[in-house]
């Protein structure tokens, strides 16, 4: 029979797994429109750590740099800073032509 210390833990340790993001840059029409995103195009996950972060970022930059996505020079600070150390999803709002999407990691 379960300990009531077991079952604690066992809920703690359930509801910080569910507490886990991740994230999926997609390209996309100007609209932003979840028909443009296609998930077999633009597979990579992102976790929430600051390595997949910085890894995020690159992608956004090589995506930039490849005249996939628009991203104006005043706003690239703000873009890169909601990336790295905000919400991601907050930078889609600085980029055309693409979003950062969030999913719950299991």
């Given at each position: 029979?379960?300990?009531?210390?077991?079952?604690a833990k066992s809920a703690k340790t359930t509801r910080s797994a569910a507490a886990k993001k991740a994230y999926i840059f997609f390209?996309?029409?100007?609209?932003?429109?979840?028909?443009?995103?296609?998930?077999?195009?633009?597979?990579?996950?992102?976790?929430?750590?600051?390595?997949?972060?910085?890894?995020?970022?690159?992608?956004?930059?090589?995506?930039?740099?490849?005249?996939?996505?628009?991203?104006?020079?005043?706003?690239?600070?703000?873009?890169?800073?909601?990336?790295?150390?905000?919400?991601?999803?907050?930078?889609?709002?600085?980029?055309?032509?693409?979003?950062?999407?969030?999913?719950?990691?299991?």
């Open positions: 029979m379960p300990t009531k210390t077991s079952a390209n996309c029409d100007e609209e932003k429109s979840e028909k443009s995103m296609n998930v077999f195009y633009n597979h990579a996950v992102y976790k929430d750590t600051v390595a997949s972060r910085k890894a995020l970022w690159k992608k956004v930059e090589s995506e930039i740099e490849a005249g996939k996505v628009s991203l104006a020079a005043d706003q690239a600070d703000a873009a890169k800073e909601c990336v790295l150390k905000g919400d991601p999803t907050n930078a889609a709002q600085y980029l055309t032509y693409a979003s950062i999407v969030e999913v719950d990691c299991f």
